[in-house]
Nanobody, 125 residues
Framework: QVQLVESGGGLVQAGGSLRLSCEAS????????MAWFRQTPGKEREFVAG????????RYADSVQGRFTISRDNAKNTFYLPLNSLKPDDTAIYYC??????????????????WGQGTQVTVSS
């Protein structure tokens, strides 16, 4: 089993930055596809960014392209999502997710096997 724990959320003003981290334990996730999703009340979980096992491939939601950059440190079994130029619309609970296999579809939440508990990001206007 893989356990994922997110950290780094908080309250920030519009235009500010945060850095989310996702630490994996229980198994080395260096070959896993990892992704970040976010969710607001009453809405479905929304894809934010994904990265392949080796880190060579990345994909972003249009709404965050150019502002967020997913990365991974396989030596630390940890994954990151710096959030820059934050907007009030970025307010959500952010979740990291992981699954073994090829990069493929990283935008569909239900195909991911492992999830963290989420970290709240609140952006004030």
């Amino acid at each position: 089993q893989v356990q994922l724990v997110e950290s780094g959320g908080g309250l920030v003003q519009a235009g500010g930055s945060l850095r989310l981290s996702c630490e994996a334990s229980g198994r080395t996730c260096s070959s896993y596809v990892m992704a970040w999703f976010r969710q607001t009340p009453g809405k479905e979980r929304e894809f934010v960014a994904g990265i392949s096992g080796g880190g060579a491939r990345e994909r972003y939601a249009d709404s965050v392209q150019g502002r967020f950059t997913i990365s991974r440190d396989n030596a630390k079994n940890t994954f990151y999502l710096p959030l820059n130029s934050l907007k009030p619309d970025d307010t959500a609970i952010y979740y990291c997710a992981g699954r073994p296999g090829l990069f493929g579809d990283v935008t569909t939440a239900h195909i991911f096997d492992y999830w963290g508990q989420g970290t709240q990001v609140t952006v004030s206007s």
